[in-house]
């Protein structure tokens, strides 16, 4: 594998992994989808300049991912009825 294509996945794992920190469920979600097809939108490309810029805006996404999740721990909310999990009946 190259380097770049290395580098592309780490961020795309890293991105995923601070998504699912989000503990207001619908912004969760979202920023899951929004991660899943920006990199599926892009997986084509060819274009070392392009693929560069691409990662680039990656990781500055990476870091206002972080720093979203830092500022939404500080308020907590009550979970919505949708991420109460049922106990399964035996």
Do not use: G, W
Not at 36 to 45: A, G, H, L
Not at 74 to 89: A, D, F, G
Request: glycine share 0%; charged share 30%; proline share 3%.
């Amino acid at each position: 594998m190259s380097s770049t294509r290395i580098e592309v996945l780490n961020l795309y794992k890293y991105m995923l992994k601070e998504a699912k920190k989000i503990p207001a469920y619908n912004f969760r979600n979202y920023a899951l989808r929004r991660i899943k097809d920006s990199f599926r939108e892009n997986k084509n490309i060819d274009d070392p300049d392009l693929i560069s810029s691409c990662i680039a805006e990656a990781r500055k996404n990476l870091d206002i991912l972080r720093r979203q999740v830092v500022i939404a721990s500080m308020y907590s909310t009550e979970k919505l009825v949708i991420e109460h999990i049922q106990p399964k009946e035996s």
